[in-house]
C-alpha cells in the first residue's frame, strides 16, 4: 500500500506532551519526515530521518518510528504549535513521494 | 538565505494548460533535487513530481503521469511544471520544495492553480 493514515485531529493541554503517528507499509522500508503547517503559510520541515531535526526547530519535537509507525511528539506543546501536521515518506517502490492524511494539532 | 518562488498560476478552462516556474536563489541549484507538492482547497498535501539534480530521473504521481510534465534549467536556476488536459481535480496551490533525500527541507509559498469554466 502507499498510503500514509494519520488521525484527523488531537488536543493537547498547554504545556503537556502529544504524539502523533503515521502508519503506512511502506514505513518499514524508509525513514519518514514530518511537516507543519499552519493556515495560509506553505509547510515547514520540523523532523526527518531517523529522528533529525532542522536548524531553528525547537528540540520539544522529537521523531520516532517503529515497524510501520512513524510518529513526531511535542514535548510541552506550546500555543504556536497549533497546526496542521503532515508525514511523508516514500511509496513502496522507493520512487514517489507520499504524504499522509495529516492531523489537526489544537493547543487548549 | 534560500528562495523558492513560485509563478504561472491562474485561472484555466477545463481541458486547457498552463507552465508553472520556480525561480530558485541562495543555493547550487545544480545540486538539488526538486519537487513539486500541491494543496487542493481545504485538503491535504499531494506529492506531484520528482526531478534528480541533472533531470535524468523524473517521476509523476499516478493522477497526473501522462499529463504533467516536470523540468528544469540549471543554467537559469529554474524548475519548471507543464500542465496539460487540466481537470477540476487539478484546482490546488502548488508548492515548488527543494529535495534532500526524504526531506524537502525548503518550500515556496506557492502559486494558485484554478481550473474552472
Known sequence: SSELTQDPAVS???GQTVRITCQG???RSYYASWYQQKPGQA???????KNN?????????SGSSSGNTASLTITGAQAEDEADYYCNSRDSSGNH??????TKVTVL | EVQLVESGGGLVQPGGSLRLSCAASGFTFSSY??????????????WVSYISSSGSTIYYADSVKGRFTISRDNAKNSLYLQMNSLRAE???VYYCARAQGIKLGYWGQGTLVTVSS
Open chain 1, 12 to 14: 493537547v493541554a498547554l
Open chain 1, 25 to 27: 507499509d511502506s514505513l
Open chain 1, 43 to 49: 509547510p515547514v520541515l520540523v523532523i526527518y530521518g
Open chain 1, 53 to 61: 531535526r532542522p536548524s531553528g526547530i525547537p528540540d520539544r519535537f
Open chain 1, 97 to 102: 513521494g507520499v504524504f499522509g492524511t495529516g
Open chain 2, 33 to 46: 533535487e526538486m519537487n513539486w507538492v500541491r494543496q487542493a482547497p481545504g485538503k491535504g498535501l499531494e
Open chain 2, 90 to 92: 487539478d484546482t490546488a
